[in-house]
């Protein structure tokens, strides 16, 4: 009984081990990131700082999010009907072996081949999101920028459970024409008390949305140089306290 007893805790002991120790390149809870893209007159993709900055942001995001079987992402374009107009949306499908009675010398090369594949297709992701990227958009929905419109998108997202990220490559000017809405082409905020303001009051509308808490970036198409009437800091202090109000979690400026 005693030789029993002292085999199964060591059967024990080495499935604990095993599941500890198996490889850290996947995550069991997926990630899905949401990637607006401006395509309206006020952001020009074709700039050679916006592009390359760009262009890097959207490598780095798909390298830290694209991890395991599952993960998701898609690219909305932010025009006058952002809900609507999703670009692109992947799912990857590289998948690691379950290797908990593997051998250390099959667990590294299960390791190395998931590596190699996962790489390949965040390649094919990377040339997919770029496309969208440089896709020119010359249809009169490029003469407003109806960011409020991701929201839904968001919420969406949110419902499916999975970690939710979210990456705004945009100037952020709201600019949708109507008695109930804001046009920061016409009517910026005046600083940052002004924005909190509006913020707030806009928060109470849209709190209808339930957004969860994902992480929210804002990448800027601005040189560190540009104008405060350029890059209008106010507009951006509306951003971080209408997603506060809104109950997200982190929110970067880039």
């Known amino acids: ?128 999101v770029l496309q969208q990227l440089v896709a020119q958009n010359t249809g009169s929905s490029n003469q407003e920028t109806d960011i409020w419109a991701s929201l839904p998108v968001i919420e969406k997202a949110n419902e499916t459970g999975a970690t939710v990220k979210v990456y705004y490559l945009s100037d952020m000017v709201e600019s949708v024409k109507g008695a109930d809405r804001r046009d920061f082409q016409v009517r910026p905020p005046k600083g940052a008390a002004q924005a909190d303001e509006w913020a707030k009051a806009d928060a109470g509308k849209l709190k209808r949305y339930t957004l969860g808490s994902p992480d929210i970036t804002m990448i800027l198409p601005f040189e560190p140089n540009a104008s405060v009437k350029e890059n209008n800091p106010a507009v951006t202090q509306y951003w971080q306290t209408l997603f506060t109000e809104l109950g997200v979690g982190t929110i970067t400026e880039d």
């Open 1 to 128: 009984m005693k030789r029993i007893l002292a085999f199964y805790f060591l059967l024990t002991a080495f499935a604990c081990s095993s599941d500890g120790d198996k490889p850290k390149t996947a995550t069991n809870e997926p990630t899905y990131t949401l990637i607006f893209l401006d395509k309206t007159r006020s952001v020009n993709a074709d700039k050679s700082f916006v592009r390359q900055k760009y262009q890097q942001a959207l490598a780095d995001i798909i390298e830290e999010n694209i991890r395991q079987k599952g993960d998701r992402l898609a690219v909305y374009f932010i025009h006058e009907n952002t809900a609507k107009a999703r670009a692109l949306n992947v799912t990857a499908r590289t998948e690691m072996e379950d290797m908990v009675a593997a051998s250390p010398t099959d667990r590294e090369a299960a390791e190395t081949e998931f590596s190699l594949l996962l790489s390949r297709e965040k390649a094919v992701i990377r040339q997919r």
